[in-house]
């Protein structure tokens, strides 16, 4: 994160009052080290362990101690050293246009941190003065102009994923729903053992509605990645229904979008199967989230009644169909519409096992 203090001197560094106090031949360099800050935000989430911060603050300091700051560092440390062994993505440094435009996001973006604490950026945006695409390219991620980045002070530049966030609720909640079950298997005191039993009730409704959250977040990010990918016939049947004015319900995106572009998927029968179990499962969540005392019709029971029977495989089997319909469409799905490219760089769940699932990313556990 960054302090009031360190952002408010950014904003002074980047500031056209201070880059004004330098002369024609100087200024040219100082808009380098600034850019060069910036990419170190960019890259590392951070700058003042930056090859960058120092030196952009010595010469803010004393636009005359540029000149001896060359003199002292190697060629490779050098502002043009840096951009030759191609550390960032910047395009034609050369053009002094080009640098004020960078120049300038990065005011707003320093702005828009301080007034909103704004950090998703889309990539069209950042596009235009840093080669975004091709950072992520070059680990393996290919990301398209409506894309999100989250671009912050504790790490690099984010692609960020609206189902991410509802697939480490659903692990977390199951992490926790867990543990306190087998604590309830060894618990013999019985006033500890009730603080439990509501622990773990509270537990098995959240992961209820957070796995079919998980499940409907899929549904819209894949809606919205085709609505804005844009590459639909204007006279398609599809096109018509993901344009459409008003709000578009998750069974329409399921049955109007997916079945209707694609028939495997509409026939496959793992789809079909856990499709229909799905469907029940979201009675059961709007059950927890609209809780009533009314008495439901169709079999004269109250509506309060599942709150007293959701056990530990009631929920383990919802949470898990939610998963496998996920994964099961984005295997069915074309190369250029899948969306879960994250997905093998965790654990895959299988709630079955009813042990803990890491919520870290693979690499990071094994570093």
């Known amino acids: 994160m960054i302090t009031s203090d360190e952002l408010a001197e950014l904003q002074n560094l980047v500031s056209g009052k201070t880059i004004r106090k330098f002369r024609s031949d100087m200024k040219k360099e100082y808009k380098l080290a600034l850019c060069g800050m910036f990419g170190d935000i960019l890259k590392f989430g951070q700058y003042k362990r930056g090859r960058f911060y120092s030196i952009v603050t010595s010469l803010a300091a004393d636009p005359e101690s540029f000149k001896q700051l060359a003199v002292r560092v190697r060629s490779q440390d050098t502002l043009y050293g840096f951009y030759l062994i191609n550390e960032h993505f910047f395009y034609n440094i050369d053009d002094q246009k080009y640098l004020d435009s960078v120049l300038n996001f990065f005011r707003d973006y320093l702005l828009n941190y301080e007034r909103k604490k704004k950090r998703l950026y889309l990539v069209s945006d950042i596009q235009k003065i840093y080669d975004i695409k091709n950072f992520f390219l070059k680990r393996g991620v290919k990301v398209k102009d409506h894309n999100w980045m989250d671009i912050n002070f504790s790490h690099q530049v984010t692609l960020t994923i609206p189902e991410f966030f509802n697939y480490v609720d659903v692990i977390n909640i199951w992490n926790e729903l867990i543990s306190v079950y087998h604590q309830m298997l060894r618990e013999q005191n019985l ?6 039993d509501f622990r773990f009730s509270t537990c098995t409704r959240q992961l209820v509605i957070s796995s079919i959250t998980f499940f ?4 819209y990010y894949y809606l919205y990645n085709l609505k804005c990918d844009n590459n639909l016939d204007e006279n398609h049947p599809v096109k018509k229904v993901i344009e459409q004015d ?5 069974k329409q995106i399921v049955k109007q979008v997916i079945y209707k572009l694609h028939q495997h998927i509409k026939s496959d029968r793992t789809v079909k199967q856990l499709y229909k179990r799905i469907q029940e499962h979201i009675k059961l969540r709007d059950r927890f989230i609209h809780n009533s005392a009314f008495i ?8 309060m009644e599942p709150l007293m029977r959701l056990g530990v495989n009631e929920v383990m089997d919802i949470a898990q169909d939610c998963i496998d319909i996920v994964i099961r469409i984005d295997e069915l799905l074309p190369e250029n519409e899948k969306i ?5 760089q965790f654990e895959t769940p299988n709630f079955k096992k009813k042990k803990y699932i890491s919520p870290l990313n693979k690499n990071r556990e094994q570093n």
């Open 340 to 344: 879960l490219f994250w997905w093998d």
């Open 296 to 303: 439901e019709m169709s079999n004269q029971l109250s509506q």
């Open 191 to 196: 006033i500890e053992a009730k603080k439990l």
């Open 216 to 219: 409907e977040c899929f549904l």
């Open 246 to 250: 008003g709000y578009i319900q998750d």
